[in-house]
């Protein structure tokens, strides 16, 4: 599988599987491409499933550049550059969300439709805000055993794929996975919503009830098309935990954004 190789700047491992309309996943920090294993699969026959692994996560490099969301966002682009691909559907999921959110306002020539699962354009509340502080603490003591744990448990179900994940969360240094949750904490881009013009897809757990209240912000300075669809018997870990139900969501999305007869 491939990497980008663009002078001074990192290298992006990316994986990409299929043919048709085009879709990127965008992990939250650490959790690597490995956390789309089920959309990989159950739309690669489909759409060109394209799933990077963020700058200093997994098998992805680093550079000297500051860690920014923008720069972020730029990894994503020069990794649709060397797909060939000019436009595509850009998916991120919880932290993940907010890349595509850069993507969209500083991007949006690269953007046919943004889905956001789990995602919120700045953090503004208390359960929110603490479980990014958790991540920063457990970062900064280095306790990588433990975040990979808790991570890996939340998401997965079958023991192989929990390791998986675990072992590949440990690629990320403690330091790095830090400088990433405090970036997120401090994003905030809920005054710029008004530049996206792409369709958006907000997508929430029916559980995951203390994030549901960011759709007002996305209706309130989005003057496009904004649709939300709340996933039952979840909380946070759709992608993983409703495979089958997140790829119909995003399968439909694709079609009546594209006009054209729903994906079977």
């Not at 159950?42 to 692994?53: A, E």
């Not at 046919?112 to 003591?141: D, H």
């Not at 990588?144 to 675990?166: C, I, P, T």
């Amino acid at each position: 599988m491939p990497w980008t190789n663009d002078e001074n700047k990192a290298d992006i491992y990316y994986e990409v599987e299929g043919s048709g309309p085009p879709i990127v996943f965008i992990h939250p920090p650490g959790m690597g491409h490995v956390t789309f294993r089920g959309q990989k699969d159950g739309l690669k026959s489909l759409f060109t499933v394209i799933t990077p692994d963020l700058r200093g996560n997994g098998k992805s490099g680093t550079d000297d550049r500051e860690l920014t969301m923008h720069v972020v966002a730029e990894d994503v682009v020069r990794v649709l550059d060397d797909c060939g691909i000019d436009k595509a559907y850009v998916c991120g999921y919880s932290n993940g969300g907010s890349v595509v959110l850069e993507m969209a306002i500083n991007f949006p020539d690269r953007v046919r439709g943004m889905i956001i699962i789990g995602g919120f354009p700045e953090v503004n509340s208390f359960i929110l805000r603490n479980e990014f502080k958790l991540g920063i603490w457990a970062t900064s003591q280095k306790l990588m055993g433990l975040v990979s744990n808790v991570l890996a448990f939340a998401h997965e179900k079958r023991q192989e794929n929990r390791k998986e994940l675990q072992e590949y969360i440990k690629y990320v240094s403690p330091e790095f996975l830090e400088e990433y949750y405090r970036l997120g904490l401090a994003y905030n881009v809920t005054d710029r919503l008004k530049e996206i013009t792409c369709p958006v897809l907000l997508i929430y757990g029916q559980r995951d009830d203390y994030v549901h209240h960011y759709k007002d912000l996305f209706d309130k300075y989005i003057t496009g098309d904004v649709s939300m669809i709340l996933v039952g018997n979840v909380a946070h870990q759709i992608p993983t935990k409703k495979v089958n139900a997140l790829n119909q969501i995003l399968k439909q999305f694709v079609a009546k954004t594209e006009q054209l007869p729903s994906f079977s």
